[in-house]
């Protein structure tokens, strides 16, 4: 079984603070996804990174993944109320669908 | 377009009864995935097909539980007999790639289901 362990589990700061987000696991990914969840809706795809060590940015935030495939971390820069909600990493690999992590649940206060 | 359209949206039970959750992917998309979100357990894949063919049934609990995929628009997750422990929400979502694990997924909104 391919477990992606993500932390922390919740996350609760003010607007305009900086946050990480990691997702780790035993287990090499061919591929990353991180999708976020809002309550009441299915999770929506973020970004994908496919190279190990590949760094991708969507506007203020930041993907890497590890040299190695088997961790990735989500870096917010000055959050902002409209970043709240379900993160989840899902790693690709093997025969297997998407697995997902355990997900991390972050509040921005405004 | 459409997105995934999962129905219903929220069902209310009682244990014992057979419980059927509908999913219409996104036209075109050649894979579909049921999951089940718990607070304690986060997303779990039940099944997924591809082709309309089941590959991986792994995740699905027991026997009370069996989805089908009959034509390329519509599957079915069906419960029976309902206990409470299966009360959660239930996930459709579908995707477009030649291996059927790497694409984007597309999640529909969901179907809350509610054994009492």
Known sequence: TQLLEQSPQFLSIQEGENLTVYCNSSSVFSSLQW?????????????????GGEVKKLKRLTFQFGDARKDSSLHIT??????????????????????????????VQP | ????????????????????LRCKPISGHNSLFWYRQTMMRGLELLIYFNNNVPID????????????????????????????????????????????????LFFGEGSRLTVL
């Open chain 2, 57 to 104: 049934d792994s995740g699905m609990p027991e026997d009370r539980f069996s989805a089908k995929m009959p034509n390329a628009s519509f599957s079915t997750l069906k419960i029976q007999p309902s206990e409470p422990r299966d009360s959660a929400v239930y996930f459709c979502a579908s995707s477009f790639k030649a291996e059927a694990n790497t694409g984007e």
């Open chain 1, 78 to 107: 000055a959050a902002q109320p409209g970043d709240t909600g379900l993160y989840l990493c899902a790693g690709v690999g093997g025969r297997r669908a998407l697995t997902f992590g355990s997900g991390t649940r972050l509040q």
């Open chain 1, 35 to 51: 999708y976020r969840q809002e309550p009441g809706e299915g999770p929506v795809l973020l970004v994908t990174v496919v190279t």
């Open chain 2, 1 to 20: 377009d459409a997105g995934v359209i999962q129905s219903p949206r929220h069902e209310v039970t009682e244990m014992g009864q057979e419980v059927t």
